[in-house]
């Protein structure tokens, strides 16, 4: 192979490489990945061949690839928009429980739901009274700061 067709092929591989920082064990690298199989139902991540950590010695990280395809996600209905005050998470955490259900009475300063954060389960209560018109999550989720909890109309 010429000089001029490697060129070529070093130029084309570039465009295919992702450049990711990547933490393992408290030890961030630095990868390129090369996105192979796109177009075709799934990808397959492969390391390339030089895995650079950060002020590290260097190591190799290995990526395994699979050949499965990931099942095609169903198509979300169109959610129509609701009315109310809808209710955010505070802070970061997992859904605990969920004291109330849709069309409920509530008043202000009843308990909507426990979220735990930073190993402490905290009540979230309604701001208002009213009826709950919608519940944005499950219970055993994870959710961030300003996710939608629930809406209150």
Not at 3 to 18: F, G, I, Q, V, Y
Request: proline share 8%; no cysteine; aromatic share 2%.
């Amino acid at each position: 192979m010429g000089t001029k067709r490697k060129n070529e092929a070093n130029e084309l591989m570039e465009d295919n490489m992702k450049k990711f920082n990547v933490t393992v064990n408290g030890k961030t690298y630095a990868v390129e990945v090369e996105e192979v199989g796109a177009g075709q139902g799934g990808f397959t991540y492969q390391a390339a061949p030089q895995v650079t950590p950060i002020a590290q010695a260097p190591q190799v990280i290995t990526v395994p690839q699979t050949q499965a395809a990931p099942a095609p996600l169903a198509p979300k209905a169109p959610s129509l928009p609701v009315e109310g005050e809808t209710i955010s998470a505070p802070m970061p955490g997992t859904i605990l429980d969920i004291k109330v259900s849709e069309g409920k009475n509530v008043k202000a300063g009843d308990v909507l739901l426990i979220l735990e954060a930073m190993k402490m389960e905290n009540e979230i209560v309604s701001p208002i009274d009213g009826i709950v018109n919608k519940i944005h999550t499950t219970k055993a989720s994870t959710v961030s700061t300003g996710d939608a909890l629930v809406t209150i109309g």
